[in-house]
């Protein structure tokens, strides 16, 4: 992955608009290690393969980066975002890593499942 180039996010964004895409969100504070200290309290979401359309998206921020997806009843968000590519099928990854280099948000866009 390469760290977030705001103009080629958002031509990768706008190339998915009004389309039939699947997203991948995930977020995760620690959950997967939460058992290493009992006093931490852990979080994360997590929804693959959800089949969705978006009017407009947005990369916003001066980093880690949001980015928000518009649809006609409502949004998906994703804050936190520091790195991106694009892999071989042509699906937008996203990703934002801690001050550790741990995955702490994945988006996800594209016209294939994951």
């Not at 089949?51 to 880690?64: R, T």
């Not at 006609?72 to 694009?86: D, P, R, S």
């Amino acid at each position: 992955m390469e760290p977030v180039n705001i103009e080629q996010i958002q031509k990768e964004i706008d190339r998915f608009a009004k389309k039939d895409v699947y997203i991948h969100l995930e977020t995760t504070n620690g959950a997967y290690a939460s058992h290493f200290d009992k006093s931490f309290f852990s979080s994360g979401a997590y929804i693959r393969n959800a089949l969705l359309q978006y009017e407009h998206g947005k990369i916003v921020g001066k980093g880690p980066y949001r980015v928000g997806l518009k649809m006609n009843f409502g949004w998906v968000y994703a804050e936190g975002i520091t790195h991106f590519e694009v892999d071989e099928k042509g699906r937008l990854l996203l990703a934002g890593h801690d001050f550790e280099g741990k995955l702490a948000v994945a988006l996800q866009i594209g016209e294939t499942p994951f």
